[in-house]
């Protein structure tokens, strides 16, 4: 049993020396603070207490002195393989005329920095500008960060991961700066508000699954180069104009060495030690894994970033974050405790499609070793889920349990994916045996089609799971297939007139 799994529980507490040090919290929508030891705890907190925030977002403590952008503060990060002439910190060149890079406005603003519209006045091309705050510069360890996810954006060549174009410091003003791709769209989260503001729409949900598919071949590559991102969440994603996806916002990723092997890309090399020490705790608490909201450093790798991608899935069908609170506090306190509640218990629609809360609520295990495997296997049960089925309840039986009964009135039919059934008619209160069904069989669908009574009984032989599949889970299953859905309902159409036709002359089943 890994150590993570012996700390968290439904009422674990962080772990023995979680406290003892310092940590910084990083939430993606504030300024990062520091939480002292004793803060970290939150367990004697009242939550009822008015001043909870001033109890969980203490004031910072005295900043440091002024530390000018120098090269003595900068970082050298290589992804690439290649050997530099040497891994020493390095300076970063100077910036720019303030002619050449022409802010045009404020497009978003984090805890480090502002982001910008500029035009480049000599590639006349718009781009992105990150800078940070000029507070945040007074870090050495911030600034450190703030280059690092420069460095490791950029060198994280992969068509959904937003490129990076220049890296500069000014200082005599104090400030760090990077440029990077303009893209022209909307972020998840807008897609999602308008997505949640009409009727559900099977066709839509595909076009956003297909985005979160790019999602997941951005977050996989960076899984193969030793980085996880740790803040996974709707705002993070940009979907450009023209179906562009790119994740952003690397600033809290982590550095994993990777095993290396003739086909793999190089690992990563450090010049300064990305570690951090435990309690600190990093990403935005509505969408943070449990082995993160503890700070078990050690714990998180790519299965953490495994369930921030199924945090934005349970974003797409209810609309919240998985620990969404009135404040920081109780976020961090459900994302400790666990469990999720099911999306079905806050759906954006009326109604969810299961099997994609069956895949989201897998990735928002507690353990990380419930969750999906890798993210390329929860990218799998996504592919799966909209190649069909996915509409379908599952039911399991065991052995000798009655799953349909004859006379009964119908209004489902049942595909068997596992166990075997039999069928079975009472005739002159004989028990007929009509025949046996097994895994990828079905049965009922008669009575789904022609909406007549039940004309057999059909009991599980075994322990016996079932896709039941209703009118409802049909139609929408079908939502995305015109033309099917015209031979479907014609089909059933057919069923009901020749069995009016032949009023008294029994089913099949």
Request: proline share 8%; charged share 20%.
């Amino acid at each position: 049993m890994s150590s993570f799994e012996t700390k968290v529980s439904r009422d674990a507490q962080p772990a023995p020396g979680a406290n003892d040090q310092e940590g910084t919290v990083v939430d993606g929508d504030n300024p990062p603070f520091t939480r002292g030891p004793a803060q970290l705890d939150l367990g004697d907190v009242d939550l009822d207490d008015p001043e909870v925030d001033s109890a969980v977002r203490p004031s910072p403590p005295n900043p440091p002195p002024r530390v000018a952008a120098t090269p003595s503060t900068l970082v050298r990060t290589m992804l690439s393989g290649g050997k530099l002439p040497s891994m020493a910190p390095a300076a970063l060149p100077a910036a720019a005329s303030p002619e050449r890079i022409q802010s045009v406005q404020a497009i978003a603003q984090g805890g480090m920095g502002v982001v910008e519209a500029a035009f480049d006045s000599v590639l006349l091309r718009r781009v992105a500008r990150k800078t940070m705050h000029v507070g945040a510069t007074d870090s050495p360890d911030m600034t450190a960060r703030f280059i690092e996810e420069a460095q490791i954006t950029a060198q994280l060549d992969h068509p959904n991961i937003v490129p990076v174009h220049d890296l500069a410091a000014n200082v005599e003003q104090g400030k760090v700066f990077f440029t990077m791709k303009l893209v022209d769209g909307e972020t998840l989260s807008s897609v999602f508000r308008k997505l949640h503001q009409n009727p559900f729409s099977g066709l839509e949900l595909e076009r956003v699954l297909r985005v979160f598919l790019k999602v997941c071949d951005a977050v996989s590559f960076a899984h193969s180069r030793g980085v996880v991102h740790r803040d996974l969440k709707p705002d993070n994603i940009m979907v450009g104009s023209h179906g562009q996806v790119y994740v952003m916002d690397w600033g809290v990723a982590l550095l994993q060495r990777v095993d290396v092997t003739p086909d793999s890309e190089p690992p990563i090399s450090v010049a300064r030690p990305n570690a951090e020490e435990v309690g600190t705790v990093v990403g935005t608490v509505q969408y943070m894994a449990p082995e993160q909201a503890f700070g078990l450093v050690a714990d998180q790798g790519p299965l953490t970033d495994v369930y921030g991608l199924g945090a934005i899935l349970y974003a797409l069908l209810t609309g919240v974050g998985p620990t969404s609170a009135s404040n920081p506090s109780e976020a961090l306190r459900l994302a400790r405790s666990g469990p999720i509640p099911a999306p079905e218990t806050r759906p954006a629609w009326p109604t969810l499609p299961p099997g994609l809360s069956r895949i989201a609520m897998k990735a928002l295990s507690v353990l990380p070793r419930d969750r999906q495997s890798s993210v390329e296997a929860l990218r799998q049960e996504v592919e799966d889920f909209l190649r069909g089925g996915g509409w379908f309840q599952v039911q399991t039986f065991p052995a000798g349990a009655t799953i349909v009964l004859e006379g009964d009135a119908a209004d489902a039919a049942y595909l068997v994916t596992r166990g075997n059934c039999q069928v079975f008619r009472n005739v002159e209160g004989e028990k007929r045996i009509v025949r046996q069904v097994g895994a990828g069989e079905i049965f009922g669908e008669m009575g789904l089609l022609t909406r007549s009574p039940r004309t057999a009984t059909v009991a599980a032989l075994d322990d016996v799971t079932v896709m039941v599949i209703t009118p409802e889970a049909l139609e929408h299953e079908l939502s995305h297939s015109g033309w099917l859905k015209v031979l479907i309902g014609a089909l059933a159409t057919r069923f009901r007139e020749l069995d009016q036709s032949q009023a008294g002359t029994p089913n099949s089943r």
